[in-house]
Every structure is written in structure tokens, then in C-alpha cells.
């Protein structure tokens, strides 16, 4: 059973800075790819940012090249996703996803998923 607990998130002004944070936990062979979605009113949830913990890979959405970055701890355990110059574009509930494949986006449905974590910006 694989738990996943994020934070951060908040308001911030254009071009502002923010930082995600999600602890996962679980059977590790369920969760090698962490990474987030983001959901916003009329459109369908987006993979944003995913890490393959084992290989250390890393893949992004292409809006988001360039400003955003994911990040893991040693333990493998904990994702970071830095997000900078920030548009009013990436607001958006984010939520921490986990899955045992890490070479594509698969249906959102698929993977473990977080409460989720609203970001503002405006």
C-alpha cells in the first residue's frame, strides 16, 4: 500500500518561486516513479514532472522546461519539485503520483495519488 503525503504549495505573484515537497511510502517496487500532475478547471490532468528514483531520469512536460525542476533525496523517498517563473498558466491543483512505470505518462487513474496541493499564481 503506497502512502504519499505532500506540501507546499500556496499563492505567489508572476514569475514568483515555489516549492513541492512528497514523502512516499510503501513498497518501493510499486513506487520507482514519482513525479506530479496538475488538474485545473476544464482541462484534463497534465503529468507535469516525473523522476525515475532508480535510474535518477528525470522527465517534464514541455510547458514547464526550463522552470521547473524535480529532485529526490538519497533515501529515494522524498521528491522535490522546484517551480520558478511561475505564470499564471501553472495554477492548478498538484498532486503527488507514484507509479511502477517511469517510461511514460500513463493514465492519471493509474498511479497512487496525493489529497493534492493548490498553487496560485497571479
Given at each position: 500500500h503506497v502512502q504519499?503525503?505532500?506540501?507546499?504549495g500556496g499563492?505567489?505573484?508572476?514569475?514568483?518561486?515555489?516549492?513541492?515537497?512528497?514523502?512516499?511510502?510503501?513498497?518501493?517496487h510499486l513506487r520507482p516513479c514519482l513525479g506530479w500532475f496538475r488538474l485545473s478547471p476544464g482541462k484534463e490532468g497534465e503529468g507535469v514532472a516525473r523522476i525515475d528514483t532508480i535510474s535518477g531520469a528525470t522527465y517534464y512536460t514541455d510547458s514547464v522546461k526550463g522552470r521547473f525542476t524535480i529532485s529526490q533525496d538519497n533515501a529515494k523517498t522524498t521528491v522535490h519539485l522546484q517551480m520558478s517563473s511561475l505564470k499564471p498558466e501553472d495554477t492548478a491543483m498538484y498532486r503527488c503520483a507514484a507509479y511502477a512505470l517511469?517510461?511514460?505518462?500513463?493514465?492519471?487513474?493509474?498511479?497512487?495519488?496525493?489529497?493534492?496541493t493548490q498553487v496560485t499564481v497571479s
Open positions: 504519499l503525503v505532500e506540501s507546499g499563492s505567489v505573484q508572476v514569475g514568483g518561486s515555489l516549492r513541492l515537497s512528497c514523502v512516499a511510502s510503501g513498497p518501493p517511469c517510461d511514460k505518462w500513463f493514465p492519471m487513474e493509474s498511479y497512487y495519488l496525493a489529497q493534492g
